[in-house]
Every structure is written in C-alpha cells, then in structure tokens.
C-alpha cells in the first residue's frame, strides 16, 4: 500500500494569505526554495492512498488541490492518453471549506465518485452546493460508507461534532467522522482522523491494530485560540482537541502501540511547526511524527 501526504496544514494553511505571525512569515520565505528544503510550508491536508497499481483514493479535497496533484508524478495521468486520471474515488471526512473545497477543481474529469457520509452528502447539495455545480460539468456518483474502491476498503467512524457554522444546528450524527482505509492486497490498514474532538473508547477500538495513524494536530494548546471570540474558540475546540496537556492526543498516542504514527492538519498558530521548538521535540520523543507535504509512505503486504 501507498500512502501520500499532499498537504499537511489545517484550514488556510501555512503561510495563510493574510498573517503576519512568525511561523507564516518563515514560511513566506521559503518561497524560492527547493521543496525538500520547505520547512514551514504546509499546504491544506490531504492524503492520497493505493494499493499497489490500482486506482487512488484521494481522502479529502483541499483548495490547493490543483498545485498538490502538480507536485507527484504518481498523480498525474496515465502515459499513452491525452487525458485521464489514476484518481479513483473521494473520500471525505467531512464537508467543510478546506476539506471539500478541492472537488470544485475535479470538474474537468470523466465523473466523480464521492464518498461521505449522508449529512455531508445534504451539505454539499444545499448550503454549500458545491455537487449542484459539478453536476453541470460531470457525473457525480456518491457512495455511503463503507466504501470499496478496488481492494480498498473504506469505513467511517461518527465523532461527536456538529454541523458547519454555516449550517442549521442539528443533533444528527455524521459531520464529521474517521476513516479506515484498509487494503485487501497488501493486509494493511491507515486511519485518518483530521479532526478528533475527543478521544472516546469507541476511537481507541477503531485505531486498534493499524499500521498507521494520522491525527489532528490542529493545536499544541487552548492559548493559541485566545485571540479568538469566546463563540469561535467553543466551536472549534468541539472539533479539535489539543496536542498537549495530561488530555491532550500526545499523552494518549505515546502509549499507543502502533507503529507509524503522525500530527497532521496543523494550524499556522501550533508550535510544533517549528522543529527547533519544545513542543516539536516532545512529539518526537513521545515517538509520533510531523507530517509534511510530499510524505510518502509504504506499507508492504503482510506476510502470511
Ligand atoms: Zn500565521
């Protein structure tokens, strides 16, 4: 199985357009240079996976889309036609801007085959109708969790989160979930969780045996919402959890006997992305990795 990090940033990404912090205006100074060497750059989270010569799951679409497929040769279409795509399938983990955006981009392809779950699959049809335009250009098929795609097994876990601001509030479960990715071929199995308000008995089950496990690594702490409205900060915290602190993800992933595990979506305000930082180097010393953009991974079949 393989495995891509497109993007590895939260909403907005680092540099985001309009801050001036010092983690966005490092990351402004890398503009000329060599990939490998971007330190700070993260561009909107995204992950693509496949088994081996098949079809690629893209799991979630983030605006910078267009310039993550331009970055990996695996990505782009397949030699001996003029167009086409070794994109199989969407996946999202839930339907907001910096997740869903990038399907917007997909509109020049031969159809498009999403799979979410049913509130999303409501969002993107009425209060952020981004299905009703693709349908003017292409094919759009939606398939519920869980999903196939070739030997890929896809399957959600619900976590407790509500709605997008934008939407009508709702007790309705499904705005936000968990992906399994499984690989019938090769035996292994990826969990991504962009987004973790909590960690509940019910998560801990689903990430059990994975050979990898990516988390939302959105915030190191509450601090980094202080400049924000008491109503903004609330909303948020209801979908990400902090990386530090005895409740944190980080105490809880250090214990964790998985094998590869990582932070992904990481804000522009989380000092993690600083390598040199302390809380960079408390990550690695809990054992849990950064991911950053252009991260491949492979997971070789199981033997039996
Ligand atoms: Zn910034």
């Not at 495995?3 to 907005?12: D, I």
């Not at 098929?141 to 509500?162: H, K």
């Not at 992305?273 to 849990?288: C, I, N, R, T």
Request: charged share 20%.
């Amino acid at each position: 199985m393989r495995l891509l990090v497109l993007g590895s940033g939260a909403g907005g990404g680092v540099p985001q357009w309009n801050c001036r912090c010092s983690y966005c205006t490092q990351a402004r100074e890398e503009r000329d240079l060599p990939p490998s060497k971007k330190v700070f750059r993260h561009t909107q989270a995204s992950i693509a996976i496949a088994e081996t010569e098949e079809p690629w799951l893209l799991v979630n679409a983030s605006p910078d889309l267009c310039s993550q497929f331009a970055e990996r040769a695996e990505l782009s279409p397949p030699e001996g036609s003029l167009r086409g795509s070794p994109l199989g399938a969407v996946a999202l983990t839930d339907g907001q801007i910096d997740h869903a955006t990038g399907l917007l981009f997909l509109r020049e392809g031969a159809e498009l085959n999403l799979i979410c779950t049913d509130p999303v699959w409501k969002s993107l049809g009425s209060t952020f109708p981004i299905v009703p335009v693709l349908r003017h250009f292409l094919p759009v098929r939606r398939l519920a969790y869980p999903a196939e795609l070739d030997s890929l097994i896809v399957e959600a876990l619900p976590l407790p989160a509500g709605p997008a601001p934008y939407e009508a509030p709702t007790n309705e479960s499904g705005h936000l979930v968990a992906l399994r990715i499984l690989g019938k071929k090769s035996g292994r199995r990826v969990v991504y969780a962009p987004g973790l308000p909590g960690i509940s008995p019910e998560f801990t089950d689903f990430v059990a045996g994975c050979d990898a496990l990516f988390v939302d690594g959105t915030f190191w702490s509450e601090e980094e919402l202080a400049p924000m409205s008491p109503e903004r900060r609330r909303s948020i915290l209801r979908s990400h959890l902090p990386v530090s602190g005895p409740g944190g993800t980080l105490a809880w992933l250090s214990g964790l006997p998985i094998r590869e595990k990582f932070y992904i979506h990481i804000n522009n305000t989380n000092p993690i992305l600083d390598p040199g930082s302390s809380p960079a180097k408390q990550v690695s010393e809990a054992g849990v990795q950064i991911a950053y953009d252009g991260m491949a991974l492979r997971l070789y079949p199981l033997r039996s």
